[in-house]
């Protein structure tokens, strides 16, 4: 086994092959928390997402860097090696060539380097990536009689098999948890079964390998006794990595550190809360992790925790929660969830407030009521300070008198100081947290359209790793002749700035879409807007175009997920839609199209990465798991089906979701098309087009004259104010008649505001405006098309 050095040491260590080896990315993979999965643990250069590598792979399977992990022999690969490789694989920007080399013996993790040289990396090159290999390595200590090998425990050992929680324990071990050697079932479920519930998270964090990580652990914790108070107990563990013979084994020791422990005044129990409250994110947090460290050690009947804001109270944890078990004042007060306490209304307490120090009160002290009430036999009032200012105030009270020692004056107030900083951070992470839920919800569509022909439904789910924003997203977009356009996309990077990229991505894709460009051009178009843009991000996106009415579409990928189709039948299928690099990496860059045929009843899936891969997750088994899902799913409830997909996230990263059921359209529209030639008797031809055309739709004489002069006035404005192609366009849909004439002129016409006796011209629009029920311009592909609808008599 083998372990990468210092962080800061290893990657000035890696910026070396950059320099010397000529490589244009360099990284070290190494096992992590699961031993199975080889991790990414330190890279420099260009990101390794432009060439197809992972965050993770199996340790187990045929890539490079798990070939050269196991077999502690290198891998050196051609420009065509990465290609080939089962679980490689590659943006279409350029080839390249790989080395994968071992930390080590066997076993001890991988170095992989990527170089664009068109030969690969020479001997120099070589001889100098394997001088870096050595210098990352280095050799782990063994773990001193590793306990848990086949043989004999020692009395206070154990061997707990990761994969099976099977458990080998000495003597000393199961007479601690009271269970003799013949009724120990050898599992560890038997074992955590007489630990204390509080004390149960933290242990399971323990023998969980999927919360430890490699290396050397220390924990006390409670089992509960047959009488009297619980006794504790101190393991000290070690989490060694699975063999090829072995699985991953957690060894150690439980010793008694009943002796070693106080009652409640132990400093250990501050340090608890201290560590608490360091990992509560937010207010409510902070308050549950004081009420567990006072309430139970101190057996007092209500804790309230509040944020002072000015002259009130805003409570944020109340135990017990109940309104009955509070003073009437707090009851006349309640808001939703928790009451808002005037502290007005508590002199005392604004008095304890200012002067900033904590204040006990015995049993029948002389209180308002909004505070004695609280606590009838004693009453502790912790103002919580951060910093220059007073954060808010925890009061503790108790129903029968109680006695304060002065352990337990000393607990209050350092658990006070511990607070009142954790609040005011809670405070500002609150804040922020709701500044980023709005702006995402800012940046992402309210509601989706309906759809002719079509249900979509989609999904939103931010990570749950700090406050950062993330860059996936999605949109529908109705586009003419009862076509839409599905858009799902992922930016890279999660802050703020990859947030506000992908709000311009998503305006401009709809954009272009919504100016008529297939959808090759429109993600062309976006791909050249973002290298305009000078951004060091890149963008992923994948964009279908539905027809609703002949039931086909049109996908474009770039460097995105496949779409998973689910057919009538229940079957599923992960579309081989061709794909392009990612958006802004290439300028010359094409976009293929791939046709998709939707029967009725087909649900289309769209999703981004953070739905089907993860560090221990691989991508294709990820998209496997995600296929099998959707057959199983009910399509007749789209909702219920995204919310089971979501349902195994590991939310790890950001995940975006969209679906579409296509169901067909009840009605199709009639439609014709006339192209008119720039001919003397352009005008003419248009007119008998459009008579015949709508005498074979059997449409009154009244609704035909009527078409005749529309048709003529918008055709003869295209021809004499335009150049370029000129096309006329008529539908029926729904008894309703459109006539649209589309030229290569951005500019649309304009209803004039007055026509005097002795004007020329001007007259057609308004011609247009008297018979038709509506009129408009919508922009095309390189110009305009002017739309008048009619309404048929009967």
């Known amino acids: 086994m083998a372990s990468p050095a210092a962080p800061d040491r290893l990657r000035r260590v890696l910026e070396q ?77 350029a080839d390249f060539s790989a080395a994968a ?55 206070d050992a154990f061997s707990l098999d990761m994969d099976t929680g099977r458990v080998r324990v000495g003597d000393t071990i199961l007479r601690l948890f009271g269970i003799p050697r013949d009724g120990f079932d050898g599992r560890v479920e038997t074992l955590l079964g007489h630990t204390v519930p509080e004390d149960l998270p933290a242990l399971m964090s323990v023998v969980e390998a999927d919360h430890m990580s490699i290396g050397d652990r220390e924990l006390e914790f409670r089992i509960l006794q047959p009488s009297g108070p619980p006794k504790w107990l101190r393991l000290r563990g070690r989490l060694l990595p699975a063999g090829e013979d072995r699985p991953a084994r957690l060894v150690g020791t439980v010793a008694d550190a009943s002796t070693l422990r106080s009652g409640v005044t132990d400093v250990a129990r501050v340090q608890r809360l201290a560590a608490a ?25 209500r804790i309230a925790l509040a944020e002072l804001e000015n002259d009130r109270l805003v409570v944020t944890v109340l135990d017990p929660p109940e309104p009955e078990a509070w003073p009437e004042v707090w009851r006349t007060e309640w808001r939703t969830e928790w009451p808002d306490a005037p502290v007005r209304a508590m002199p005392t307490l604004a008095a304890a407030l200012r002067e900033g120090r904590a204040r006990i009160w015995p049993a029948g002290a002389d209180l308002e009521p909004a505070l004695a009430e609280v606590g009838p036999g004693g009453l502790a009032v912790l103002p919580l300070p951060a910093g220059a200012r007073m954060a808010g105030a925890c009061l503790v009270g108790w129903d029968r008198p109680h006695e304060f020692a002065p352990d337990e004056r000393a607990l209050l107030t350092a658990c006070a100081g511990l607070a009142g900083q954790a609040l005011l951070r809670a405070h500002a992470f609150d804040a922020e947290h709701e500044l980023v839920g709005m702006l995402q919800r800012t940046l992402l569509p309210r509601r989706l359209p309906r759809l ?34 599905l858009v799902i996309g992922d930016v890279q990077g999660h802050n703020a700035g990859a947030a506000t990229l992908m709000g311009q991505m998503r305006t401009a894709l709809r954009a272009y ?17 973002l290298l305009d843009m000078e951004t060091d991000l890149f963008a992923t996106c994948a964009y279908v175009d539905v027809d609703m009415e002949e039931g086909t579409a ?22 081989q839609a061709e794909g392009g690099p990612p958006l802004g990496v290439l300028a010359r860059a094409e976009f293929p199209m791939t046709p998709l045929r939707l029967q009725r009843g087909t649900v289309l899936a769209l999703t981004t990465d953070g739905l089907v891969e993860s560090a221990a997750t691989d991508l294709d088994a990820g998209m496997d798991r995600l296929a099998r899902a959707l057959a199983a799913a009910d399509p007749a409830h789209l909702g219920l089906v995204a919310d089971s997909l979501l349902s195994g996230a590991h939310r790890g990263d950001d995940v975006a979701l969209l679906l579409m059921r296509y169901d067909g ?41 009527a078409a005749l002069l529309v048709v003529s006035e918008l055709v003869t404005n295209a021809l004499v104010h335009t150049g370029g192609q000129v096309r006329l366009d008529l539908s029926l849909v729904n008894h309703r008649l459109r006539v649209a004439v589309a030229d290569s002129s951005p500019r649309s016409p ?25 009129w408009g311009t919508i922009p095309v592909s390189g110009g305009k098309q002017v739309w008048a609808d009619l309404v048929p008599d009967g």
């Open 17 to 93: 092959a950059l320099v010397l080896a000529g490589a244009s990315f360099v990284g070290v993979y190494t096992p992590g928390d699961d031993p199975a999965v080889l991790r990414l643990a330190e890279s420099a250069g260009l990101p390794h997402t432009l060439y197809g590598l992972r965050e993770g792979y199996p340790a187990a399977g045929a890539s490079p860097v798990a070939e050269a992990h196991r077999t502690g022999r290198a891998q050196w690969l051609s420009p065509a090696g990465p290609a080939g490789c089962p679980e490689g694989r590659r943006t279409p920007a």
């Open 750 to 774: 304009v209803k004039p505001a007055g026509i005097g006796w002795e004007a020329t011209g001007g007259r057609g629009i308004l011609l247009v405006e008297a018979v038709s029920a509506a």
């Open 665 to 705: 359209m009840a009605v199709r529209p009639l439609r014709e098309s006339w192209t008119v030639w720039r001919v003397p008797e352009a005008v003419r031809h248009a007119r008998r087009f459009t008579r015949r055309t709508l005498r074979d739709w059997g449409l009154s004489r009244d609704t035909v004259d």
């Open 554 to 575: 049109w996908c474009v990928r770039a460097g995105h997920l496949q779409p998973v189709l689910r057919h009538p039948d229940g079957t599923t299928e992960i579309a």
């Open 452 to 485: 002719p022909g079509a249900v979509a439904v989609a999904r939103y789910l931010p990570t749950t790793a700090g406050l950062e924003v993330g860059g996936d997203w999605y949109d529908v977009i109705p586009l003419a002749d009862n076509h839409a356009a």
């Open 101 to 155: 080399l071992p930390l080590g013996p066997a076993g001890g993790g991988c170095l992989l380097a990527v170089g664009e040289h068109p030969g690969g990396f020479g001997a120099d090159d070589r001889r100098c990536l394997e001088l870096i290999a050595r210098a990352v390595a280095v050799p782990a200590p063994a773990a001193p009689g590793e306990p848990g090998e086949p043989g004999e425990l020692a009395e």
């Open 513 to 529: 879409a919504a100016e008529g460009h297939p959808p090759d051009v429109v993600v062309a178009h976006a791909n050249r807007l």
């Open 277 to 301: 409250l360091a990992t509560a994110g937010t207010v409510k947090d902070v308050g549950q992790a004081v009420v567990a460290a006072l309430r139970g050690p101190l057996k007092a009947d």
